[in-house]
């Protein structure tokens, strides 16, 4: 194989793997000159590849679909085909191949022409593939938009419905997509909440391209993970409460870390987290997280409260009371 065409494969490779590209490091990737960069660009829409250029200092280089599918060895009847399936193995959430699945879902229907994409949204409708225990029905339309936007540092506009049904836009930038039990969780920064927040897929009704291009933030694959744990595990709670702590906002997020989300200042002094349980002796556990030494009122609801009560006077008078000595 000839170093021109290793260059041009190795160039397909790189606009493949993000959304867009500036010529000079393009350049710098290739150890090349941006005129070479040109000439191989060139070469790569001769094949069939449809390869968008911007100029100016911010411009670059793009893939775009084409009138045809590039020649990946695949007939449009394959391509769809791959494309149908990649969709029905990204919402069965295949254990161990989540990331891959994404990932090739997203560089296939990078290069589909309309008609075929057509063709792939009508069919994985139709789909009606077998599914291993309950959750909800996620877009896989959606999941693929979603999976581009990460993999390429994207910003986006998300119409977003709660689990109360309210409706909010949020301007995103998205950072992981993860899915968990029967779920998929987008982790992102919210532009106007000026932190992490972490969207069920489910609950993404539309998702707007802006085309704007954001600096990855910090966040480890830990952090990620325990966020995305921390959304999964989110449920309607039987008792539901508040704790209002003498604590100033900016350290009570530091103790709780991302399980303080909701907390909200109730002053320059005191913070409010709502907290809650299956139980009082769950909504209880949550409590003792509140740091030692520091003073707070609560809204725990009756009778919730006085079987509280009476269980930690117990408590108290069993640790007030003579040790009963050592087992006989």
């Known amino acids: 194989?000839?170093?021109?065409?290793?260059?041009?494969?190795?160039?397909?490779n790189l606009l493949q793997t993000h959304r867009h590209w500036?010529?000079?490091e393009l350049a710098a990737r290739l150890g090349v000159t941006e005129r070479t960069v040109r000439r191989d660009v060139d070469r790569l829409r001769e094949l069939g590849y449809r390869v968008e250029s911007t100029p100016g200092a911010a411009g670059g280089y793009r893939l775009e679909a084409g009138s045809a599918v590039p020649p990946l060895l695949l007939t449009d009847d394959e391509a769809v085909t791959m494309a149908i399936g990649l969709r029905v193995a990204a919402t069965q959430q295949l254990v161990g191949g989540s990331e891959v699945t994404l990932t090739a879902l997203a560089k296939l229907e990078q290069v589909l022409p309309s008609a075929l994409r057509q063709r792939?949204?009508?069919?994985?409708?139709?789909?009606q593939a077998p599914r291993i225990g309950e959750g909800p029905v996620v877009s896989p339309v959606a999941l693929g938009e979603l999976a581009l936007a990460t993999r390429d540092t994207e910003r986006l506009r998300l119409r977003y419905i709660d689990g109360a049904g309210i409706e909010s836009i949020r301007r995103v930038e998205p950072h992981a997509l993860a899915p968990a039990g029967r779920k998929w969780f987008l982790l992102c920064w919210d532009l106007d909440r000026d932190d992490w927040r972490t969207f069920?897929?489910?609950?993404?009704?539309?998702v707007e391209h802006t085309r704007v291009?954001?600096?990855r933030r910090e966040i480890t694959a830990e952090q990620i993970e325990e966020r995305v744990?921390?959304?999964s595990s989110w449920t309607p709670q039987k008792i539901e409460a508040d704790a209002v702590m003498e604590l100033p906002l900016a350290p009570m997020q530091e103790w709780f870390g991302p399980w303080g989300q909701g907390a909200t200042a109730e002053d320059d002094a005191h913070t409010r987290w709502p907290f809650g349980g299956s139980d009082w002796r769950e909504a209880m556990?949550?409590?003792?997280?509140i740091p030692e030494?520091?003073?707070?009122t609560t809204t725990f609801p009756e009778p919730d409260r006085s079987a509280l009560r009476e269980s930690l006077q117990r408590m108290l008078r069993a640790l007030d009371a003579p040790d009963p000595g050592p087992r006989a």
Not at 200 to 206: E, Q
Request: aromatic letters at 8%; a negative charge; zero cysteines.
């Open 213 to 215: 291009i954001f600096a």
């Open 1 to 12: 194989m000839s170093d021109t065409t290793t260059r041009a494969l190795s160039l397909l």
């Open 120 to 127: 792939v949204n009508a069919l994985a409708a139709s789909v």
């Open 22 to 24: 500036p010529g000079t």
């Open 200 to 206: 069920r897929v489910d609950r993404i009704d539309t």
């Open 293 to 296: 030494g520091v003073e707070y």
């Open 229 to 231: 744990l921390i959304a």
């Open 285 to 289: 556990y949550a409590m003792l997280w």
